[in-house]
């Protein structure tokens, strides 16, 4: 089905470029292809490097927020290839499969990788549909015209679109299985977490505008290199509607829909649709212009990795014995790491009770496990702390504050690692909730008990704030001074699971977590290491 697919795609696109070569004919546009001179080249290839890096870097910042890392200069590389081989293969988005399985190898996460990838491109589109639906409304004769002349075209997106309600209500069905219930809690914590989060949807948004940006004014050049003397204001609402047909899932390459539209759109706002017909085909070719730098990426990238990988060879084995013998999951020498504390003991602690946002202060055993926190870790670079009294004393503490002073000034207080929401379950034991909803909390990480929080949204502020924190970390030592839930949803972070997992954690008083943050993806350390205080106390018993 998937091949006849591709072969249909092929065949609707080559059918709509020779029916419009036929009726339209080919002087016109063969004598645009001629005016493309150097000037328009080089213009061609300023604007996609332009485009390439603002692509890149949304993708970098999609990356980062789901607690892996890509370098600028590797993504901006990976998306020159993935163009041209959009531009050049049938299907139009292999050169997209490609970087996404290429980087989720690369990071261990071949899956979270694939999931980067599409919602980068996803929040691309949605601002492309977004512009162009306002263009067209506006544009009420514009839009006339293209309803009128591409109905069938509209209609074959419809019946896609009523496919995929037909997925979306059968996914929803077997929503019910527990792997599948798994896998769509797995996409949309990664969706908050890598698309939706404060600190990545701007950036995603102001990067995919500029992107766009940069695809118009390509479409300028390529009108004005066909002849048009039409206006900025008369061009933008014309080549607003080209690019989207390129989205229609018709085209070569984005080639046939592109070609189409512009004829019919520059019909119908008073000039020849010959004209649109130039204007599209130069656009199309001073696109692949734009990205001919893809491939010397795709001929000389591997070679030069290759040499790289052989120069490596001569570097010392690794000791007999190490359980570390993939290089990718190896700690790192680094300047520092992510060390994640847990605060000490307060009495609804030491009572085993619930304690989410009450805000009792440490007890003289917390007091004790902070000063021998104090004296056993390393001196951070940054500590941030949870807004909560037991957090900030314990903070207070590393940062070398007397005691009782929690509002040191070497501290910094972060709300997103503020302790889980228990609501009307605070200060109480477990046992306060029946067997049956407290099974039901473990296995389902949206489930929010009455008056409080659920672990999902737990782990996607926490994940927020990891990736914000990822690469000071891997120059410097960062502690994070935390509660429970908060310091699992980190480990899961780190660990690329589930949040129910955390579920499957233990940490005690005072314990210690570190990640390295340092390499292609986290790598955890250690986990609930017991505060120096309890080693001691156990040796001496």
């Known amino acids: 089905m998937h091949k006849l697919w591709g072969y249909l795609r092929v065949l609707v696109g080559v059918g709509i470029l020779a029916a419009l070569a036929a009726r339209l004919g080919t002087a016109s546009v063969l004598d645009g292809l001629r005016s493309i001179g150097p000037g328009a080249v080089l213009a061609a290839l300023g604007i996609g490097l332009l485009t390439t890096v603002f692509s890149a870097w949304r993708w970098c910042l999609v990356v980062r927020g789901l607690g892996m890392r890509l370098p600028l200069a590797t993504a901006v590389a990976d998306c020159y290839r993935a163009v041209f081989l959009n531009s050049v293969l049938p299907a139009g988005v292999l050169g997209d499969v490609h970087r ?9 996460d071949v899956g979270r990788g694939v999931r980067a990838v599409v919602l980068e491109r996803s929040a691309g589109q949605v601002v492309l549909l977004v512009v162009g639906a ?14 009128e002349h591409m109905a069938p075209g509209f209609g074959l997106v419809a019946g896609l679109l009523a496919a995929l309600a037909v997925v979306v209500v059968l996914g929803l069905c077997a929503a019910r299985v527990p792997r599948i219930r798994a896998a769509l809690r797995t996409v949309r914590a990664d969706t908050r977490a890598g698309l939706l989060s404060r600190g990545t949807l701007p950036g ?12 118009l004014v390509l ?4 009108a004005r290199v066909a002849g048009s003397e039409a206006t900025i204001g008369q061009l933008l609402p014309l080549l607003m509607v080209a690019l989207l047909a390129m989205a229609l899932p018709l085209n070569i390459g984005g080639w046939g829909p592109r070609e189409a539209v512009s004829a019919v759109a520059f019909g119908a706002v008073g000039f020849t649709a010959a ?6 085909v130069v656009y199309g070719v001073l696109s692949l212009i734009a990205c001919l730098p893809g491939v010397g990426v795709l001929l000389l990238r591997d070679p030069i990795s290759r040499r790289l990988r052989q120069r490596a060879e001569v570097t010392p084995a690794a000791p007999a014995g190490d359980t570390c013998a993939e290089k990718d999951v190896q700690p790192t020498n680094v300047a520092g790491v992510l060390i994640l504390v847990r605060h000490g003991q307060t009495e609804a602690n030491a009572r085993g009770l619930l304690l989410g946002r009450a805000d009792p202060p440490l007890n003289e055993s917390g007091y004790r496990q902070a000063q021998a926190l104090a004296e056993a870790l390393p001196r951070a670079s940054r500590i941030v702390s949870s807004p909560l009294r037991r957090a900030r004393d314990t903070a207070a503490v590393l940062a070398g504050t007397a005691r009782g002073a929690t509002d040191a000034g070497d501290v910094e207080v972060d709300a997103r690692w503020i302790e889980m929401d228990y609501g009307d379950l605070d200060g109480r034991p477990a046992t306060a909730l029946d067997e049956r909803s407290w099974w039901t909390w473990r ?29 000071d970390a891997a120059s410097g030592d960062v502690v994070v001074v935390s509660h429970v839930s908060p310091i699992k949803a980190a480990v899961t972070w780190a660990l690329g699971v589930g949040d129910e997992v955390g579920w499957r954690m233990f940490l005690g008083d005072a314990a210690i977590c570190r990640i390295d943050t340092s390499g292609r993806v986290p790598l955890l350390l250690a986990f609930n290491d017991p505060c120096p205080l309890d080693k001691s106390v156990r040796a001496e018993s």
């Open 134 to 147: 306002g263009v067209l409304l506006a544009q009420p004769t514009l839009l006339a015209a293209v309803v």
């Open 204 to 215: 995603v948004l102001l990067l995919s505008a500029a992107a766009l940006l940069g695809y």
């Open 443 to 471: 296995q389902n990480p949206d489930f929010v008990p009455a008056g409080g929080e659920s672990l999902a949204d737990v782990c996607t502020r926490v994940h927020e704030a990891c990736a914000e924190l990822a690469d």
């Open 219 to 222: 479409f300028v050049v390529a």
């Open 100 to 108: 996404a399985v290429s980087h989720g190898r690369q990071s261990g």
């Open 275 to 280: 004209q649109g017909l130039t204007v599209a």
